[in-house]
């Protein structure tokens, strides 16, 4: 079998199971041979319930980092953007995707900008509007409902939501990304909460939900994007993907309730790894 070689674009939060601390081990769990590109070194996440946490900025080791690879020739088969810590490494994200990325590799965006209305620590309007304009260069994009407001300069409108308005904000995000979109945080009612998903020119937008759990879990939207780009490197269909990962993210919420962990610092989602290494060799 294949093993893709994949590049993850995002922070390491030292103290919480979020971004890169997630990313790598599901996606090697998918079979993907992982490489890192680390955007800053933070002592926690920058949401919600953490004040005073350290951050360093990695954007001059980041330039060293891309010229030594140009030297020696590295390609991509698949790269995985998640947060970035300003404008300047918006470019040269955009530059990786050049010069990095095969021909016919898949770069897929998670545009780490917010959560529940809110714009997260240390970004602006500018910062927005340069992630809007990288949109238009990967191949997928997976906003949450607040960064699709962001994204899209609407007010943002918390769920439950109808199936015209979340068709509305599909289609105007397939504007920003000609190939494919996956909106997160879909929810039509108090008992399911899921995706859609939707490749650009088709009029069909396919829905995947799982029960709803009431709160907040840090590390889900890292934990969700992790697992459809394993399974998109893998040459899984995106309802394949998205379908698998909304399953997963359920049933890691579950369990961090169940354990009562402190989802402050990230959820519970080592002991369902093996449920990704099973779906990853299905239908092979």
């Known amino acids: 079998m294949h093993q893709p070689r994949v590049l993850v674009i995002q922070d390491i939060s030292a103290s919480c199971r979020i971004s890169a601390n997630v990313a790598v081990p599901v996606l ?48 991509y088969d698949g790269v995985l953007i998640g947060y970035l810590g300003s404008t300047e490494q918006i470019a040269l994200v955009k530059r990786i995707i050049r010069d990095f990325l095969k021909p016919d590799g898949i770069a897929i965006l998670d545009p780490v900008m917010g959560d529940h209305g809110f714009l997260y620590t240390g970004f602006d309007a500018g910062y927005v509007r340069e992630m ?45 990304n000609s190939r494919t979109t996956i909106l997160t945080g879909v929810r039509f009612n108090d008992e399911e909460l899921g995706a859609a998903s939707h490749y650009a020119g088709s009029p069909d937008i396919n829905y995947c939900f799982d029960k709803w759990h009431q709160g907040h879990f840090d590390g ?18 995106l309802e394949e ?8 993210v ?33 239908g092979r």
């Open 28 to 75: 090697s769990c998918l079979n993907n041979a992982v490489n890192i590109l680390p955007t800053a070194l933070l002592s926690t996440h920058t949401g919600i319930g953490f004040s005073d946490f350290t951050y360093l900025d990695l954007t001059n080791e980041i330039k060293k980092i891309l010229n030594h690879w140009q030297s020696l020739g590295i390609k």
């Open 132 to 176: 809007r304009e990288l949109c238009s260069a990967v191949s997928v994009i997976i906003p949450n409902m607040t960064e699709a407001s962001l994204l899209l300069d609407r007010p943002y409108k918390s769920g439950p939501y109808t199936k015209e308005y979340v068709e509305e904000i599909i289609k105007e995000l397939a504007a920003l």
């Open 220 to 237: 889900t939207g890292d934990l969700f994007s992790s697992t459809v780009g394993g399974l998109l490197f893998q040459k899984k269909t």
């Open 241 to 248: 993907a998205t379908t698998i990962a909304v399953a997963y």
């Open 250 to 282: 359920n049933r890691v919420i579950q369990r961090t309730i169940n354990s009562e962990s402190d989802p402050l610092f990230g959820v519970q989602f080592e002991t369902d790894l093996p449920f990704l290494m099973q779906s990853v060799h299905e």
